[in-house]
């Protein structure tokens, strides 16, 4: 496991209540849950828990980034119509570039279970050399969509097996997923010879 580059993952959950202990979040555990699995890099986690407020959120992101030095950061929450719903605002206001294909591909992926899917509004930016990704706000949803629905017909792709050769395209370490939960598609070009695990 070691032989393979160290990332640091930014994981967001927005949410009014549950920043307010309202209730107990269950954002952060489905992306860390994931997310560690479809990895194989060593990982180390950079989490908060905040509420629904654009300036609040930017600023998480921008720090993630900027002085955390984070690779790959994701949110979970406050991507609909609602009024307190800015999650999109705040990630576009922090972007140099926006990558319009991952929310399209999360809507549809959304689509195959509930029409209201279309009234999400996911983004995904890069700032700097980090890939930034809103995800839906439920666990399950979150796991769906990274992974996709490997056994519909059609099979439809997860966003997530786009995300090592974004991060490669953008100076970030080379990431390694374990191929039974998401196999990565990179050009072969930009393949590097496979590594035995360490154990």
Not at 98 to 118: C, D, K, N, S
Not at 165 to 181: H, M, Q, S, V
Request: with cysteine; charged share 20%; net charge negative.
């Amino acid at each position: 496991m070691n032989d393979f580059d160290p990332v640091r993952v930014g994981v967001v959950s927005i949410s009014d209540r549950a920043s307010s202990g309202v209730y107990a979040d269950q954002g952060l555990p489905a992306l860390k849950d994931w997310l560690g699995r479809a990895l194989r890099n060593p990982i180390e986690w950079h989490e908060r828990l905040i509420p629904d407020e654009q300036a609040g959120i930017a600023a998480a992101l921008r720090e993630l980034v900027d002085a955390a030095g984070c690779s790959l950061v994701v949110t979970t929450g406050g991507t609909g119509p609602a009024p307190r719903d800015v999650t999109p605002e705040a990630t576009l206001a922090v972007a140099d570039k926006v990558m319009p294909g991952f929310g399209e591909q999360m809507r549809q992926i959304g689509l195959a279970f509930v029409p209201t899917a279309i009234l999400s509004r996911q983004v995904a930016v890069i700032r700097g050399r980090c890939l930034i990704v809103n995800l839906p706000g439920q666990p399950k949803a979150i796991a769906e969509t990274l992974q996709g629905l490997p056994q519909a017909s059609p099979p439809v792709p997860g966003i997530f097996a786009a995300v090592p050769y974004c991060i490669d395209l953008i100076g970030g370490p080379y990431l390694e997923t374990d191929e039974a939960l998401c196999r990565a598609f990179r050009p072969k070009s930009a393949l590097r010879p496979p590594k035995a695990d360490a154990g």
